[in-house]
């Protein structure tokens, strides 16, 4: 079996100070033109997508240069100002991830986050990057879509066995986490810690959706149950 785990509203929260910090280096590469990422499509978005609309709402270069230089502004960004406060691990996501491990699963990321950005954020609520080996990251694909045969073939050369869609469960907090799962191939696993409900998460066709990560064994043996009889 393989998990992967998305970041924000997954794993964790940060509550707003990870938009602040990006808003924050638009700022300081542009100067204050009046950024805001309403309207840009946030929960379940790609990064480098993230960037280019609002590049594009303000007329910024998107050359790869430009945004070589976002990702690393954003970085050094994130890096001094997300505080452990502000990153709270949500209900179970750790337990989960380790209980994962022991049982022997492939455990990696299916996020958003840029790769270096993904790991500051696990790190400040509390979960040891080295829980996940490998990922799928924000500037690897056009769309959240192009990310999970990139996470299961980096499980497959870390591990150096075979994983399977049908053994790979998404774990994720939006319905476009619930999408680039089915569209793989793989399962998914809704939990309702981010903005969006329970229900909704199930509607947009998650195998199982839960309010939260709470109950490691019962998740646990779900997972397995429905990896195993495919
Ligand atoms: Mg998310």
Known sequence: MLVLFDIDGTLLRTEGAGV?????????????????????????GLDKLIWEAMCLRHGLATSDDAHAKFRAAYGDRLRADLTAMQTRAMPGAAALVHAAHDCGAGVGLLTGNYEHTAYIKVERAGI?????????????????RDLPPLAIARAVAHHGR?????????????PLDVDCAKANGCIALGVATGPVPRETLLESGADLAVDT??????????????????
């Open 20 to 44: 602040r910090a990006m808003l924050a280096t638009f700022r300081e590469l542009h100067g204050d033109l009046g950024f805001s990422l309403d309207g840009i499509q946030m929960a379940g």
């Open 128 to 144: 040891p990057a080295k829980c996940f080996p490998f990922g799928a990251y924000g500037d690897q694909g056009a769309s959240r």
């Open 162 to 174: 075979p994983f399977d869609p049908s053994q790979t469960v998404i774990i994720g907090d939006t």
């Open 213 to 230: 990560l709470a109950d490691t064994p019962s998740l646990l043996a779900w997972m397995q149950g429905v990896t195993r009889r495919r």
